[in-house]
């Protein structure tokens, strides 16, 4: 016997395991579909058995879990329809572009026509749709998973296992096809609703609702830029042979990931140098304005163009647009009534301009600080002023918006926005998210400097996606450039730091459920030495040690 307890607080006891389909009618009526159950925090398929005594919460198509679970059986769905009417063909997930994954389909041999063939393939997962099919998970040997991989062309998935080496693998099964993700998936496909594939670049776009209209796709809105930066790193991946997880492994396993981590490095900085000559090759520019998502690497990207342009003769000021906060009382507030500092209205603009406005005319001014124990402003005694040399670089998540910066006319002004956008996969069919790569940043960097535990930051995680939202991916267009802060071997050194935090999360903790889910992502790294990661690099940022002071 074991009890299972209901989120309005009933308690019901079980004689014998059972699944969470089991348990839809013991739930009140949901705003939205059920698609997973969070079962002491970890988050359950609804076909999965539950044999203990448990808290259960449902989890619906209108929260971000749950559309990443229909997300997720969607791209089985699209794997399992392309082998079935090209299985001569490899495809292979990238990165996500609105609401839509970007995947490629690869043979040397292959005379796969997109405007015909794709739609055959969309129109055969809308079959497999309609027909409701069962999505399985059955455990295969460790050396029949190898096996299936290699014999099924998907040779990321095969070199990813290679340095996993479970003795038993958990697959997923739809019809005759199986494959391999890492997260819950739809107990069958007539869960899914609509979707699209859409032709684009060298390849195509799975398309699918957003989480909050989870019944309707939104309109296609393209960011050429930011896939344009993808593109590059990703054919840069290709050259340097390591464009998944498994080749990265793999050099960690042969002793040659010191070089790796170099060459990286190397090609990060001189990307920036070129961004530094871009600035130059304008007489007119005075302000550069970096912005970018949290944990993309701001003030080390400043710091580090700022001595790229010292290189080219220039005297740079870096100065952080955190200086500017009003203070929590005059912070306006969010709709549940508590300080919005993600807005820019938390910003004193006009002191800003008033200020920058004086520099550019010749003027000297004292620069702002802000204390963010007592969340006041100070001046510390600061001054500067602007010569013919001179340039000012801001960085602040509201650099692209126009709004910050009113009366500096436009020729002043050179935008950067900050991506971290790895060009890893896992392996063929599962991609490796940049919310992901920013969120292990920061779990390391609060745990470092700031005295907060993973779940602290996980906890805020959802309001700081909801800032970058509404304030920093409006705006990216706006940018003169972007600039990728993501370097391809990263994860691994976080691993090191992110594991002992995660693992401090409480099943008791809502929080788990993410921390848990973060955890098996990073099982499938090999860690990489902290040493390796030299001091300037902006990896140094969120792990500690770097050349570079923040303060």
């Known amino acids: 016997m074991f009890s299972i307890t209901f989120p309005d607080g009933t308690c019901t006891e079980f004689s014998s395991p059972i699944t969470g389909q089991t348990l839809i009618p013991y739930f009140e009526p949901l705003p939205a579909p059920l698609v997973a159950m969070r079962v002491n925090n970890e988050l359950y398929s609804l076909n999965r058995c539950i044999d203990v005594k448990a808290r259960v919460e449902p989890v619906t198509s209108a929260t971000t879990e749950g559309s990443n679970v229909s997300r997720r059986t969607l791209c089985l769905v699209l794997a399992a329809a392309s082998r079935e009417l090209f299985p001569e063909l490899r495809l292979v997930i990238g990165h996500s572009l609105g609401y839509g994954y970007y995947y490629t389909l690869e043979s040397a041999n292959s005379d796969f026509n997109y405007a015909e063939d794709l739609k055959k393939i969309e129109h055969r997962m809308k079959e497999m749709i309609r027909e409701n099919i069962p999505v399985e998970t ?19 998935t095969w070199k990813l296992l290679c340095h996993i080496s479970k003795p038993r693998m958990l697959i997923n ?41 989870p019944n309707e796709l939104a309109k296609f809105e393209d960011i050429p830029e930011l896939f344009e930066v993808y593109r590059q790193s990703k054919k840069w991946g290709k050259l340097v042979k ?3 997880v498994g080749e990265l492994n793999e050099l ?8 790796y981590v170099e060459v990286t490095e190397t090609k990060q900085n001189k990307t920036l140098a070129e961004i530094a000559d871009k600035i130059a090759e304008s007489s007119s520019v005075k302000v550069v304005l970096i912005a970018g998502p949290s944990s993309s690497g701001k003030t080390t990207t400043s710091k580090k163009l700022s001595m790229q342009l010292r290189v080219l003769g220039y005297e740079p000021t870096v100065i952080s647009l955190d200086d500017y906060y ?28 008033e200020l920058l406005m004086k520099l550019f005319n010749g003027e000297e001014v004292e620069l702002p600080g802000f204390d963010f124990k007592t969340g006041t402003r100070k001046f510390t005694g600061r001054r500067l002023k602007m010569n013919s040399r001179s340039l000012l670089i801001l960085e602040g998540i509201h650099g692209l918006n126009d709004k910050l910066t009113p009366l500096v006319p436009q020729e002043y002004i050179y935008r950067i926005y900050l991506s971290a956008l790895t060009p890893l996969n896992l392996d063929d ?123």
């Open 138 to 156: 059955q455990y295969v040997s460790y050396e029949e998973a190898l096996d299936l991989f290699r014999d099924s062309n998907q040779t990321d």
């Open 326 to 353: 009003r203070g929590v009382a005059n912070t306006p507030l969010d709709e549940e009534g508590k300080p919005d500092f993600e807005c820019l209205e938390a910003l004193d603009i006009e002191l800003l301009n």
């Open 242 to 244: 390591v464009s998944s």
């Open 429 to 551: 069919h599962n991609r490796i998210p940049t919310s992901d790569n920013r969120l292990l940043r920061r779990i390391v960097r609060d745990a470092q400097f700031r005295g907060k535990g993973a779940a602290g930051t996980i906890a805020m995680w959802s309001s700081v996606q909801r800032g970058e939202r509404l304030h920093i991916f409006p705006y990216q267009d706006k940018a003169n450039v972007m600039f990728n802060t993501a370097l391809d071997y990263e994860l691994s050194v976080l691993k090191v730091y992110a594991e002992p935090l995660l693992r401090a999360v409480r099943p008791t903790e809502s929080e788990y459920t993410e921390a848990s889910r973060l955890l098996t992502f990073l099982n499938n790294f090999s860690p990489i030495p902290p040493s390796y990661v030299p001091g300037q690099s902006i990896i140094r940022e969120f792990i500690g040690d770097s050349d570079f002071k923040y303060s």
């Open 252 to 259: 960690v396993e042969k002793r040659k990931v010191k070089d």
């Open 173 to 213: 099964k739809l019809n005759n096809y199986r494959d391999l993700y890492f997260q819950p998936l739809l107990p069958s496909t007539g869960l899914l609703s609509v979707f699209e594939l859409r032709r684009y670049g060298e390849g195509f776009l799975l398309r699918f609702p957003p989480t909050s209209h």
